[in-house]
Each structure stands twice: as C-alpha cells, then as structure tokens.
C-alpha cells in the first residue's frame, strides 16, 4: 500500500459504522415528533439510555421485557424530558426504539467499508440488541432482550483500545483514583472493572453454546482469542484485587477508629467512607467473577476437546447399506440364512449372568398382603395414564394451533395478500370455530406474528435441517409454520410471510368465540395484512 496508516481501516469503520448505522435508523425518523422529541440531541439522549437499561439488565442477567423498557421509559420522562406521555404513548415509543431504530424491523444491518489492503469494499454486519424467549412465572411467554457483542462495543467504544487491554486501562485508572483519594471516581471505575469481567463470563458462554451447537462452526481464531482473554485476566487480576481489597479494608478502619475516638467525622470523611464500602463490595463481587471465569475456562477447553474427539471419531465410523450388504447377498445365497445368527449376534448385549445371594435364604420371611399388591398396581396404572393423557392435551393443544394457520394460509395462498378483515368477512362457523379453537390461541398466534413481522422460510428450513433440537409441545411459531407448510402445503413454495399492521385504524370484531373455560366472549384486535412471496 500507499500510505501505512490506511491498513485495518476496516476495524475503525466498524466502530464508526455502528454509530452511522444506528443514527440513520433514527434520526431520519419523524415518528420522534409525534411523541414530542423534536430535537435530534433529546433522541440521542433517550435512544443511548434505552441501550444503557438494556446493558444493565444483560449484565445482571436480568430479564428485560418491553414493558420493563416501556416502564423505564415513562420514568425517564417524568423525571428528566417531561414530554406529555401517556404510559401507551411510551409502550409504542419503546417498541419504536428497540424494534425499529435498534433491531432495523427485523432486517439485519450492515455497513460498507473500504479495504484498502484488498482494494474493495467489505460488509460489515452490525447487530446492537438480540432477543430471547423466556417464561415468567414459569407459564407467561415473553421476550426479553440482551445486548449482542456489537451492542457491547458501541457502549464501551469510549477509549480506542483493543477489548483484552480495556481491563488492564480500566485497572491502572481506578489504581491512580486510589492514590488520589478521589474514591467517588474510583467507584465508577471499579463497577466498569466488573462489567468487563462479566461482559467476559457471558462471552465464554456463548462460545461453549455455538461449540455444543456445531464445533466445527466455531473456529480456531476465536477459540484461541477467548483463551488468551480468559488468561489475562486470571493471571494479571485476583493478586492485584486481592491487595486492592486489603487497602480498602485499612482505610476504612482508619476511618471507623476515628469516628470512634473523634465521636464526628467531617462531611467528606463519611462520603469517602461509604464510597470505600461500595468499592469494596464490587471488589468481592469482582473477584467472584474472577473464580467462575477460572472455573468456565477449563470448562471451554475441556468442552471444545471433547467436540472435536467426538467428530474425529464420528468421522471413523464405518457404515453398511443394509440393502446392498444383507438383503441382496442372502437373496443371491439362501442358505446363508442358517448363518444369520453370527451377523445379528453382535448386536444384542450379552445377558447378565445370575447369582445367588445366600443372605436372601435366612432373612425373615414377610407375608405380603393381596390388597397392598392391588394398591401399588392400581396406583402405578393410575400414574401411567395421567402421563398419557397430559400427554395428548399437549398433543391435541398443539393440533389446534397447526389447524389455526393452515386455514390463515390457505386464504393467504389464494390471493397473495389479504387483510384480517376480508378473511373474517369470509368464514363460516365451523372455519371460525379451526382459525379461533380458543380466545389464547388464537391471541398467541397473532401476537408472534405481529413480533416476527417477517419470516424468512428457506432460513428457518436451513437452520432447522443443520439443528437438532428435542421434541417439544410448547408452541413455537417458526417450528409450527414449518410443520404447516410440509404437510399442508408442500407444493407451495414461498420465500417469505410478512405481517403488518394496517395503516387504516380499522378494528376487526369476532364475535360468539370461547376461551379455554368454555365462556362465550368477543373480542376485538388490530387489522393486519399477510403477504407471501
């Protein structure tokens, strides 16, 4: 190259990309002014402390939904911007920006950068906030969103330092704060310290997640750049915290020992003395997080070892066609059939070879009663068939949700696009009795879809054919359409289904459906479109 400054330009337009990203999802926005922020620095503001909430929750490994977003939002605003917000009004703000200014509608977001070295431009994907499915309560499904590595380094892109050195500055700052006695900034430093030791728990795990997923999808690189983080900080932290900690505890007794002796410390003293217990609590908590990135870490290796064996042994597995190997060679020689027990032998396990336990010949005899024998097998019966029958209302529950999109679709299909309301104009009873079996279901679905916004179907058949997931018979949405679609319609084939509301405030009525307890209601809900391509 030309000119040496230019190489890995691309890593500074990352960092760059991010923030031109997230601002041409805002500010080019006018949904700001309808909820009042008319000024571009007041949705800055709001939008970076949205990802601020977001960061704490993902670090406390707190769930973080959004009505808890919504909450904080309303808060926020009656105590700093005080815009004239309905709780409603800051609902659909928080929707608008995680949904539209965060995750872009669903579409993932990338930025050009140049690569002088190669001479072309490259892709940089840009990802802020994920979601997660969790239950509250263990029954109520919600979506709880975290912060993405990307997200991470947006919000702690303030020095320009590669992330295994970010601790190390972080460390030296908080130790000249100490010498200083400017405990108030210490206190910031050492929660930092803390989250970049948590931000590094939590990556650990997604590497053991994306290893027990698919070894061979993770590579070398970063499973060598996660172990040289995890030593650096094993070895450069517990020593150095561990004599911070001591230091503490001395001031502090200093402190106490004069508040003693003396009766009265000065105002600073006793702020200095409650910043040096916050510290101090952060530092145990620090080396804490120290001790389970030790225990993680040998966990990783250990993990990502026996991965790697497993597929090498795989690979090693010798396999027959039993067509070609059996049937066809004992049609060719029939009487190769007498032989047939030294094939199959191998597959059945050797029987257990019995012994006699001579204690069992002197212990007292017990006469066991013919009613207690009754009981045990009426009530192991009784165990069993509750099992199968929770298992067929799970079942039947399921159907009913399969029924319920196939009939949406298969209106979908005829048109291309169709609106909720012309599909309700359409129904008769016993189509309205399979799109809404019960007042839950039929809300559930509309919900997921309404979040989903646009389902990518060859992307959901891809990951579902290289994934192997258990039988489950919860409802999910992309595994339910799935099953759908290959039984219902397997000569369709469509790229995508995208759900929208409509822009018209039209509100489409059903009435005479039941709940789940059988009581006749009616209910009202938002206009949508459905569209395939």
């Known amino acids: 190259?030309?000119?040496?400054?230019?190489?890995?330009?691309?890593?500074?337009?990352?960092?760059?990309?991010?923030?031109?990203?997230?601002?041409?999802?805002?500010?080019?926005?006018?949904?700001?002014?309808?909820?009042?922020?008319?000024?571009?620095?007041?949705?800055?503001?709001?939008?970076?402390?949205?990802?601020?909430?977001?960061?704490?929750?993902?670090?406390?490994?707190?769930?973080?939904?959004?009505?808890?977003?919504?909450?904080?939002?309303?808060?926020?605003?009656?105590?700093?911007?005080?815009?004239?917000?309905?709780?409603?009004?800051?609902?659909?703000?928080?929707?608008?920006?995680?949904?539209?200014?965060?995750?872009?509608?669903?579409?993932?977001?990338?930025?050009?950068?140049?690569?002088?070295?190669?001479?072309?431009?490259?892709?940089?994907?840009?990802?802020?906030?994920?979601?997660?499915?969790?239950?509250?309560?263990?029954?109520?499904?919600?979506?709880?969103?975290?912060?993405?590595?990307?997200?991470?380094?947006?919000?702690?892109?303030?020095?320009?330092?590669?992330?295994?050195?970010?601790?190390?500055?972080?460390?030296?700052?908080?130790?000249?704060?100490?010498?200083?006695?400017?405990?108030?900034?210490?206190?910031?430093?050492?929660?930092?310290?803390?989250?970049?030791?948590?931000?590094?728990?939590?990556?650990?795990?997604?590497?053991?997640?994306?290893?027990?997923?698919?070894?061979?999808?993770?590579?070398?690189?970063?499973?060598?750049?996660?172990?040289?983080?995890?030593?650096?900080?094993?070895?450069?932290?517990?020593?150095?915290?561990?004599?911070?900690?001591?230091?503490?505890?001395?001031?502090?007794?200093?402190?106490e020992e004069k508040d003693i002796t003396i009766q009265k410390l000065a105002e600073d003293e006793r702020e200095n003395l409650g910043h040096l217990k916050t510290i101090e609590s952060y530092l145990n908590q620090a080396l804490d997080e120290h001790q389970r990135i030790l225990n993680l870490h040998f966990d990783l290796k250990s993990l990502y070892t026996k991965e790697l064996e497993g597929l090498t042994q795989m690979g090693m597995i010798q396999r027959f066609n039993l067509r070609t190997e059996l049937y066809e060679e004992v049609l060719k020689q029939p009487h190769t059939l007498d032989f047939m027990d030294y094939f199959l032998r191998p597959l059945f396990m050797k029987p257990l070879e019995k012994t006699y336990n001579l204690n069992k010949s002197i212990e007292l005899q017990r006469p066991i009663s013919k009613k207690k024998k009754e009981e045990e097998f009426f009530t192991t019966i009784e165990e069993e068939s509750m099992e199968t029958f929770i298992l067929e209302q799970k079942q039947q529950r399921l159907q009913r949700y399969r029924d319920s999109l196939t009939l949406l679709l298969s209106f979908v299909f005829k048109t291309g696009s169709i609106e909720l309301n012309e599909i309700q104009r359409q129904l008769n009873d016993a189509q309205l009795q399979q799109l809404i079996p019960t007042v839950e279901i039929f809300k559930e679905i509309m919900i997921e879809l309404l979040q989903a916004k646009e389902l990518d179907i060859q992307r959901l058949k891809q990951e579902r054919s290289e994934n192997i997931s258990e039988q489950t018979f919860e409802f999910q949405l992309s595994t339910c359409l799935l099953d759908v679609l290959e039984a219902q319609f397997p000569l369709k084939r469509i790229e995508t289904l995208t759900v929208t509301r409509t822009e018209t405030k039209k509100v489409v009525t059903f009435e005479h459906v039941q709940d789940e307890e059988g009581r006749k209601k009616t209910i009202k809900c938002s206009n949508i479109k459905l569209e395939v391509k």
């Not at 500010?27 to 009042?36: E, N, P, Q, R, V």
């Not at 709001?46 to 309303?74: G, H, P, Q, R």
């Not at 105590?79 to 995750?103: G, H, T």
């Open 1 to 255: 190259m030309q000119y040496d400054f230019l190489r890995h330009f691309q890593m500074r337009m990352k960092k760059v990309g991010a923030y031109a990203v997230l601002f041409k999802n805002s500010l080019a926005k006018t949904t700001w002014k309808s909820y009042g922020y008319d000024e571009s620095y007041e949705q800055v503001n709001l939008m970076f402390s949205v990802l601020l909430y977001i960061m704490e929750c993902s670090l406390k490994e707190e769930v973080c939904t959004m009505d808890d977003i919504a909450n904080f939002i309303d808060q926020l605003n009656m105590q700093a911007y005080q815009k004239s917000l309905s709780y409603e009004q800051a609902k659909e703000l928080a929707i608008f920006i995680v949904d539209v200014a965060l995750c872009n509608e669903g579409r993932p977001m990338y930025f050009e950068s140049y690569n002088y070295e190669e001479s072309q431009y490259e892709s940089i994907y840009i990802s802020f906030v994920g979601n997660k499915v969790v239950y509250i309560d263990q029954e109520l499904k919600r979506t709880s969103y975290y912060l993405t590595d990307e997200g991470y380094e947006l919000m702690l892109s303030t020095l320009e330092v590669d992330s295994h050195l970010q601790l190390t500055i972080q460390e030296m700052i908080f130790k000249l704060h100490l010498e200083k006695a400017t405990y108030d900034k210490a206190v910031d430093d050492v929660k930092n310290i803390f989250n970049l030791l948590r931000i590094q728990f939590q990556k650990i795990e997604g590497a053991m997640r994306k290893i027990r997923q698919n070894a061979l999808l993770y590579s070398v690189d970063d499973y060598k750049e996660v172990v040289e983080q995890n030593l650096s900080i094993i070895e450069e932290t517990k020593e150095k915290f561990l004599g911070y900690r001591e230091n503490i505890k001395r001031r502090m007794q200093e402190l």
